[in-house]
């Protein structure tokens, strides 16, 4: 049997079975699942997020896994919370997207596979990177409060003192 991937900052990257899958998505409302599963996108400045400045992390909506943190986040006039880089570069998985004509940089749940949204090389230094991602695709959690483990991987606690 082999052992579970885990990230850098001890987070379980393994996968939901099939039947932590179907719970997780029947959590999701319409517009989560249009976006989370099929890839959608949400209409710009409306996300709940976009003007979020607290800190805390980010974490997906679908399995709870921590994508970014408040201090990477920076307004990029796009109309979707933006990031510089993610939390932990393991969370985070680049696929090349050619819909709708165009070259684009795909990102992805780690864990689950989730569409989070895409990453273009425009962003501020010191990546010069910037994390367009839905608001719906996310969850944020303030400092001081338990991650979600929907998953009951026990590694919530894993960014304490983050």
Not at 120 to 126: C, E, T, V, Y
Not at 131 to 146: K, M, Q, R
């Amino acid at each position: 049997m082999s052992t579970p991937a885990v990230s850098p900052s001890g987070f379980s990257l393994s996968a939901p079975d099939p039947e932590e899958r179907k719970r997780l998505e029947a959590d999701l409302s319409r517009e989560e699942a249009e976006v989370l599963l099929h890839h959608g996108t949400e209409a710009p400045f409306c996300g709940g997020l976009l003007d979020q400045k607290d800190t805390g992390v980010y974490c997906c909506r679908l399995c709870g896994l921590p994508l970014f943190q408040h201090r990477t986040k920076f307004e990029s006039g796009t109309g979707w919370p933006s990031f510089w880089a993610p939390i932990d570069e393991a969370h985070v998985t680049a696929v090349r997207d050619t819909s709708y004509g165009m070259l684009r940089i795909e990102t992805t749940c780690a864990r689950c596979g989730s569409h989070q949204g895409h990453v273009f090389p425009d962003g501020p230094p010191p990546t010069r990177l910037r994390y367009c991602i839905n608001s719906v695709s996310l969850e944020f959690v303030p400092d001081g409060a338990p991650l979600r483990d929907p998953l009951g991987r026990g590694d919530n606690k894993a960014l304490a003192g983050a």
